[in-house]
């Protein structure tokens, strides 16, 4: 599942957010003390101790920059110091405090590529930070401590709770049922600059597969020009489990399995293995006549009726595929149904009535069939509903043709029952259906 946002956009939410979290002492971090030691090429042994408070992080990612986002984090309070060993005594060399009024901050240079992000099971979406390059933004040692940006660097790449861990937010799930190919477990990032100039963040996001080593898609607009976002799921995922989940909630039984890739591509395709659509179909007086003669009027009464007073239709085989730019890309349904046997019945009843009438006889039926072909196509259109954070997408309600090829199915009943029958089987019949 890929999710493209523009970087601008996004930029302004992570600010947004930013801006609600940067007082709330629920995000505010402290590092307790840290000390760094290292030794010059000179020989030279030297030390630097840190202590830093800090403010809600945030977030940025760097347009015209594919490689890298930055986080920075303001120090409300702090102070460090800078020495050297002088025999066995360490020789303090510069030192300082840090206040909130001196706005000063920490600066983290990320590369995208170790920038994972995870969704724990209590559904919170958090980015891992242990890595890239710290360094002091604000304040500089006065004695040009060359140690400082490697200690904040040790210290937020080796952490492994708390400042590893950068906040997003937390998936609400209370009124969707995720299914696990479609729920999230991690994702990774990708900035992309499009040929119309725009720059897109890439959010890779794995489910239940496995994750992806290559951030890349086969289209250089991932977005269309007048929208913001877009979603991309792949078709396996589509046809394998979203579409056999969604309509398999329906009266009809019908059960899709998910198959493919097909034809030497990566499409996957949805075909129906059971369900079936059924319509009453009581006995049915087709046609009457009658004639008379000097003694009375014989009447004749024509039924058809099938076994179990039901039609039904076996929509095994029914097909559900990718779309293409003919059809505006909606996801396309075929059903091709070939010389299906109907069985029906069609008899006759009569009376006579007249000077001497008699009763109406029974129903004297003979067998027969009719070899139908079923050939149905169908678009279904995607759309979004909803605005805001209550948003879902769904396939476009459409008018179900399997109750008008039931329908015809009893007008060419009808038909048959006033056909010149020489056998015990009809003449083949066609419906196309648009």
Same mark, same amino acid.
């Given at each position: 599942?890929?999710?493209?946002?523009?970087?601008?956009?996004?930029?302004?939410?992570?600010?947004?957010?930013?801006?609600? $979290?940067?007082? @709330?002492?629920?995000?505010?971090?402290?590092?307790?003390?840290?000390?760094? *030691?290292?030794?010059?090429?000179?020989?030279?042994?030297?030390?630097?101790?840190?202590?830093? *408070?800090?403010?809600?992080?945030?977030?940025?990612?760097?347009?015209?920059? $594919?490689?890298?986002?930055?986080?920075?984090?303001?120090?409300?309070?702090?102070?460090?110091?800078?020495?050297?060993?002088?025999? *066995?005594?360490?020789?303090?060399?510069?030192?300082?405090?840090?206040?909130?009024?001196?706005?000063?901050?920490?600066? =983290?240079?990320?590369?995208?590529?170790?920038?994972?992000?995870?969704?724990?099971?209590?559904?919170?979406?958090?980015?891992?930070? %242990?890595?890239?390059?710290?360094?002091?933004?604000?304040?500089?040692?006065?004695? =040009?401590?060359?140690?400082?940006?490697?200690?904040?660097?040790?210290?937020?790449?080796?952490?492994?709770?708390?400042?590893?861990?950068? #906040?997003?937010?937390?998936?609400?799930?209370? #009124?969707?049922?995720?299914?696990?190919?479609?729920?999230?477990?991690?994702?990774?990032?990708?900035?992309?600059?499009?040929?119309?100039? $725009?720059?897109?963040?890439?959010?890779?996001?794995?489910?239940?597969?496995?994750?992806?080593?290559?951030?890349?898609?086969?289209?250089?607009?991932?977005?269309?020009?007048?929208?913001?976002?877009?979603?991309?799921?792949?078709?396996?995922?589509?046809?394998?489990?979203?579409?056999?989940?969604?309509?398999? #909630?329906?009266?009809?039984?019908?059960?899709? @399995?998910?198959?493919?890739?097909?034809?030497?591509?990566?499409?996957?395709?949805?075909?129906?293995?059971? =369900?079936?659509?059924?319509?009453?179909?009581?006995?049915?007086?087709?046609?009457?006549?009658?004639?008379?003669?000097?003694?009375?009027? %014989?009447?004749?009464?024509?039924?058809?009726?099938?076994?179990?007073?039901?039609?039904?239709?076996?929509?095994?085989?029914?097909?559900?595929?990718?779309?293409?730019?003919?059809?505006?890309?909606?996801?396309? +349904?075929?059903?091709?149904?070939?010389?299906?046997?109907?069985?029906?019945?069609?008899?006759?009843?009569?009376?006579?009535?007249? +000077?001497?009438?008699?009763?109406?006889?029974?129903?004297?039926?003979?067998?027969?069939?009719?070899?139908?072909?079923?050939?149905?196509?169908? %678009? +279904?259109?995607?759309?979004? *509903?909803?605005? =805001?954070?209550?948003?879902?997408?769904?396939?476009?309600?459409?008018?179900?043709?399997?109750?008008?090829?039931? +329908?015809?199915?009893?007008?060419?009943?009808?038909?048959?029952?006033?056909?010149?029958?020489?056998?015990?089987?009809?003449?083949?019949?066609?419906?196309?259906?648009?």
């Amino acid at each position: 599942v890929v999710l493209s946002m523009t970087a601008e956009q996004i930029n302004k939410n992570l600010t947004s957010q930013f801006n609600d $979290r940067v007082n @709330n002492p629920t995000f505010a971090r402290s590092t307790g003390d840290v000390t760094h *030691e290292s030794t010059s090429s000179e020989g030279i042994k030297m030390k630097t101790f840190l202590n830093f *408070e800090f403010k809600a992080p945030q977030l940025q990612f760097l347009l015209n920059n $594919r490689n890298y986002a930055q986080v920075q984090f303001p120090i409300k309070s702090g102070r460090y110091e800078y020495s050297i060993l002088a025999g *066995e005594t360490w020789m303090v060399i510069d030192k300082a405090s840090v206040s909130e009024s001196d706005n000063n901050f920490i600066q =983290g240079d990320l590369p995208l590529a170790i920038l994972q992000g995870s969704v724990s099971q209590h559904q919170n979406i958090a980015l891992k930070l %242990n890595g890239g390059a710290f360094s002091s933004q604000g304040f500089a040692p006065g004695t =040009g401590n060359p140690l400082i940006n490697a200690a904040l660097t040790e210290y937020f790449t080796s952490l492994k709770d708390g400042y590893e861990v950068y #906040n997003l937010g937390t998936l609400n799930t209370d #009124n969707v049922s995720l299914l696990p190919e479609l729920t999230p477990k991690s994702f990774q990032f990708n900035i992309v600059h499009t040929p119309s100039n $725009r720059d897109l963040l890439q959010l890779f996001i794995t489910t239940s597969g496995k994750d992806q080593t290559s951030t890349s898609l086969f289209t250089h607009e991932p977005i269309p020009s007048s929208y913001e976002c877009s979603l991309i799921i792949s078709s396996k995922i589509f046809f394998q489990s979203v579409l056999p989940t969604s309509i398999g #909630n329906d009266d009809i039984g019908l059960v899709l @399995n998910g198959n493919g890739p097909v034809n030497n591509n990566y499409l996957w395709q949805a075909k129906a293995i059971q =369900g079936s659509v059924s319509s009453s179909f009581p006995p049915k007086m087709v046609n009457k006549r009658s004639f008379g003669s000097q003694a009375g009027i %014989n009447n004749f009464e024509e039924y058809v009726a099938v076994p179990d007073d039901t039609v039904s239709v076996d929509l095994t085989g029914m097909l559900f595929q990718n779309g293409d730019p003919s059809n505006d890309w909606c996801s396309k +349904m075929s059903f091709d149904m070939k010389a299906k046997e109907y069985p029906f019945k069609y008899g006759t009843r009569s009376h006579f009535s007249g +000077m001497i009438s008699t009763p109406w006889s029974d129903i004297s039926y003979n067998n027969f069939s009719l070899a139908v072909n079923v050939a149905m196509k169908a %678009n +279904m259109k995607f759309i979004i *509903e909803g605005s =805001g954070q209550n948003q879902k997408v769904q396939l476009e309600k459409v008018d179900s043709p399997i109750p008008r090829s039931l +329908m015809i199915y009893s007008h060419l009943l009808d038909y048959a029952s006033v056909m010149t029958v020489s056998s015990k089987k009809c003449s083949l019949m066609d419906l196309k259906m648009g």
